[in-house]
């Protein structure tokens, strides 16, 4: 992911999306279950993605979006709203378990602002996202380092 990118050129943003409690759905479900969950969630990510816009797995439960464009607040929640469809999907009917997930996202305009530092402040905003509860997202403006 990082030889594609490079210095954002215009406006874009970074969304990190984090499975919440994804280590109980793999301990009671079984890592069958779990690996079709995040399928199913890297499906919906690439879904949510424009042309143009990147998008990989970046750990275990944690998936990175870089887009192009701006990002208006209606917009994360349109994406957020897919995402949470895509859950829902990925949940057979009957099944115990509820599946959420938490988003960091941060946003720039202008040239010179780095990706890896889009990220580290995504990823931050996505612990602020944690410590408000689960299953929400914290959107944020790009802070120079």
């Known amino acids: 992911m990082?030889?594609?990118?490079?210095?954002?050129?215009?406006?874009?943003?970074?969304?990190?999306?984090?499975l919440d409690d994804f280590k109980?759905?793999?301990?009671?479900?079984?890592?069958?279950?779990?690996?079709?969950?995040?399928?199913?969630l890297g499906r919906a990510m690439r879904e949510v993605g424009r042309p143009g816009d990147l998008v990989g797995r970046f750990g275990g439960d944690e998936f990175v979006l870089f887009a192009q464009?701006?990002?208006?607040?209606?917009?994360?929640?349109?994406?957020?709203?897919?995402?949470?469809?895509a859950r829902k999907e990925a949940?057979?009917?009957g099944c115990p378990v509820s599946i959420t997930c938490s988003l960091g996202i941060?946003?720039?305009?202008?040239?010179?602002?780095?990706?890896?530092?889009?990220?580290?402040?995504?990823?931050?905003?996505l612990y602020r996202a944690k410590a408000m509860g689960k299953n929400i997202f914290c959107l944020t403006r790009y802070q120079p380092e």
């Open 106 to 125: 941060v946003c720039a305009s202008g040239q010179g602002v780095e990706y890896e530092q889009l990220f580290r402040q995504a990823d931050a905003a």
């Open 24 to 40: 109980q759905i793999n301990d009671t479900q079984g890592h069958l279950f779990g690996d079709t969950v995040l399928q199913s």
């Open 69 to 85: 464009g701006n990002i208006s607040e209606e917009g994360v929640r349109q994406r957020f709203g897919r995402l949470g469809d």
């Open 2 to 18: 990082r030889r594609a990118l490079g210095l954002v050129s215009a406006w874009a943003g970074c969304y990190v999306v984090d």
């Open 91 to 93: 949940v057979p009917p």
